[in-house]
């Protein structure tokens, strides 16, 4: 696929999603579509662990099972200060997710998008961390859930009065609530631009290496596959971190 249409249109190809509608209301249906069924397959797996877990020697399923959320579990108690259930398995399902969005990126670039055109389908983006679309959802919901336990803790009242009151005192209410607004915009875009900066350019590069002479692929693609493991972990843990942050400092009340 890589002679098709030159470098250029090789690159556009497998960046440019399947989507259908106009304007505001366009879906990426490969975002839709690959989120569902990574999504599906979070839940099945460690539902079916938890079926089968037993207190006795633990398989191998069990034993990551249990990691994963030994290690999830000591990051919500390290950095969350408040009262909530929802935060550790919050916390549990962005990691998970998050993780094997960015492990789409680690198939072959090619694979998915043949078989797409194969089916008849023009385009086909497969990591849904390098569309935009997909990483301000995910921190959008974030986003909600911040100021929803911030006026849960601190009441409607103990909310306006933090957001026009600090840092500064009451006599500069309007730089006060301009900086408070600032801040709180900052942290959904920074959660989706992380994501999805790093994410995009690391497809990028796995594209750039497939448009190689086929002996030079796997002499750059393995050594950049290693590292890309450890970016897509990495971004997963920071996504996850940030949110726990955020929703420890929305549990505040003093």
């Keep these: 696929m890589a002679s ?13 999603p399947l989507s259908v509608g106009e304007g505001f209301w366009t879906l990426h249906l490969d975002t839709l579509f690959f989120s569902a069924v990574l999504g ?17 020697v633990p398989g191998l399923a069990q034993n990551f099972v249990e990691m994963i959320v030994e290690f999830v579990d000591t990051q919500v108690k390290d950095t969350f200060h408040g009262r909530s259930e929802l935060i550790a398995p919050l916390a549990l399902t962005i990691f998970c997710w998050v993780f094997l969005w960015n492990s789409m990126d680690m198939l072959p670039v090619d694979l998915l998008p043949m078989i797409g055109s194969l089916m008849g389908m023009e385009f086909m983006r497969v990591v849904p961390s390098t569309d935009l679309n997909g990483t301000f959802a995910l921190s959008l919901s974030v ?3 911040i100021f929803f336990y911030s006026i849960k803790v601190k009441g409607i009242f103990g909310f306006i009065k933090e957001m026009t009151c600090t840092p500064f005192g009451p006599w500069l209410m309007p730089f006060n609530l301009m900086l408070k607004v600032v801040e709180e915009l900052a942290k959904p875009i ?26 030079l692929q796997p002499l750059l693609g393995f050594p950049w596959a290693i590292f890309h493991i450890l970016v897509i972990t990495l971004q997963a843990f920071i996504f996850m971190v940030l949110t726990i942050v955020y929703l420890s400092l ?3 009340d003093h």
């Design 143 to 145: 986003f909600f859930l």
């Design 190 to 215: 920074s959660l989706a631009l992380r994501l999805f900066g790093n994410l995009y350019a690391g497809e990028l590069v796995f594209i750039l290496i497939a448009l190689l002479p086929p002996a």
């Design 40 to 56: 599906g397959l979070f839940i099945w797996f460690f539902k079916s662990v938890a079926d089968r877990v037993t207190s006795g």
């Design 250 to 252: 929305a549990h505040e």
């Design 4 to 16: 098709e249409g030159g470098a250029t249109g090789y690159i556009v190809h497998h960046l440019t």
